[in-house]
């Protein structure tokens, strides 16, 4: 079975996930800058999920890249990664407004968990149906940054409760680590 | 004519209607647990409007991998499925609003029986442009889940009349029969 | 240059105008057929639009299945196209609302006949492209349909005068005109 | 690394940026055209960027024309180009809805310029991973309508303390600029 149409979905589901934040940042009325500067946590809000979706799209693509073929299970492991995804624009809305509560930050871990794990699931799928001799497999043989994101969105919760803002930053620091562009898979195609 | 831009056209339309749900759900202003409750039943909604359009793009995708080529009647079957399934979303609405009425779920199986009737319109057409012995023609011969899916549909109706839960319970039962990836057509691909 | 990407972003910019619409129906409050009835103004409404948005998706699909290059000037053509029918959906809605009142029905034969002469224009660009002896060209000697399109929204417009119903069935004669699978490039290809 | 996810992810996401602003446009209440009129300034900002994104997928378009592949850096510089595009919708509108006062014009000329500045980025990075013999490098070397731009936008943020309809004018005067159909890599691939 062919991937381009999985692709071609998959972008266009990551294309509306992307704008949806920014459909909620309404122009504000007065034109004086403090009335701009109630919409920085949208916009912060909006700038995280654009990096987010961002790096979900960049890894997609290189992991689709690898592979030349997909069967239903993929199908079904693609649809479960796009799912998580497309809830992470409401859970960052929940805890925009509430200025990084406890309870809203606890579920955004969840959710960039439930997302990691959904996207290790579509790597294993595929693996699965390429064979263990395939570059993919070699290329994620030592997925250090995979690991280090779910092990960094487990340790997010418990510290929440210690202050969320503990929480927060170590969602940025996880995406921060995903912008530096990725070579494992660049160098494994080239062999 | 090309296959590809239908399809293109498809996944696009197929992509908003998936997302038109979350977009739905705005984020409660309280920060606690109990706040994030009352989207319960929107959270659902989402859910099963996000498994009926992946099931359809699944099958779509299928379906298209079989043939080589399109004509004005396909695209129209194509065009009349597309239209059903963007009714899906706001009918799911309307049940989820008011806690899955009788009304309500009598129009979401009237609509899932147009959907699926479109489907099947959709798919004679294509087997009537490729001839009787072209691989699609054997890969549908005896489409055992799409016979259920219909008469389950029709069945939901009257059924409705007893406890709007039956139906619900059909829907629900219809649904996982179609998540379990299909080797119908794959199978068929590989003779 | 290529057609790819112009026939990509058509599609996606036609994919969301074909489902703005939908949006707007949101669900009703009560669950009673006659809380849905005070939607079918509305719904109507849509189903126009879902049809004319079709209709050029697939006489757009036809005219790039003849052609094998752009240039700017078609970029700027179907650019123009584009924004015209992106301009249907709010007229549409004016007119549903007002209870196709003149003035909506005049505007919205205005714009009708707008996205003719702007899909006109695409044509003529795409033949002075491709030259006198292009399948396009041949294909598109007896615009027909076209011709009786362009005639009948400058017709509507002072019928409206009379009654505004006269331009509404105007309408959708012309729309089920055009829904009748066209034949004529397919059998220019053929040749 | 292929360049064609790249084109359509771009494509879904400008789409959806240059409908953003339709969806705005809610149909008035009355049927008068005293009615209609109420929306011309969010008609004129609508035409602004449906202009806008145009030229830059327009130019976007040209540009990937003459390359042939991709790196992790050109996908990080297309996202920041995508970003600044994004947030172009919400300034027209803070800028409309303010009848082009000082503060909202500043913003205005402040995201064009970041804009070009990105989509400059773009074209750097893509000219190094092309080398310095490229038909890009070529095409690009007396980009003169690119630093016209860059250099306009600068002089638009101190000139808005004049009067900010002379900014609002020379933001006009780029965009017809770039809508003359850009013949220079156009030329540079036919040699």
Redesign the interface.
């Known amino acids: ?2 991937k381009n ?5 998959s ?10 934040m ?2 909620e ?9 403090d009335n ?1 500067s109630e919409l920085i946590p949208k916009f912060i809000s909006y ?1 995280f999920i ?1 990096i987010m979706v ?1 790096i979900y ?2 890894n997609h ?2 992991l ?2 690898t592979v030349h073929k997909v ?3 993929v ?2 492991a693609n ?1 479960f990664l796009l ?1 998580c995804l ?2 992470q ?2 859970v960052t ?2 805890m ?3 200025h990084f ?4 930050v606890i ?1 955004m871990a969840g959710v960039l968990l439930l997302s990691a794990i959904a996207y290790t699931i579509l790597t294993f799928t595929l693996i699965k149906l390429h064979g263990s001799d395939s570059v993919l497999r070699k290329a994620i043989e030592s997925d250090k940054k995979g690991k280090i994101s779910t092990l960094a969105y487990v340790i997010a919760i418990p510290l929440a409760f210690i202050h969320p803002l503990i929480s927060c930053g170590i969602f940025g620091f996880v995406a921060i680590m995903w ?1 530096i ?3 494992r898979i ?1 160098k494994a ?1 080239k062999k």
Chains 1, 2, 3, 4 share one sequence.
């Open positions: 079975m062919n149409r999985l692709e071609a979905f972008d266009g589901v990551l294309a509306i996930i992307v704008t949806i920014v459909l940042m309404k122009a504000p009325r007065g034109a004086e800058w701009l700038l654009f961002w799209w960049n693509h290189h689709f890249q069967n239903g299970k199908l079904l649809g799912f497309s809830l624009p409401f809305a929940w925009g407004e509430n509560a406890r309870n809203p579920l912008l562009p990725d070579t660049e195609l």
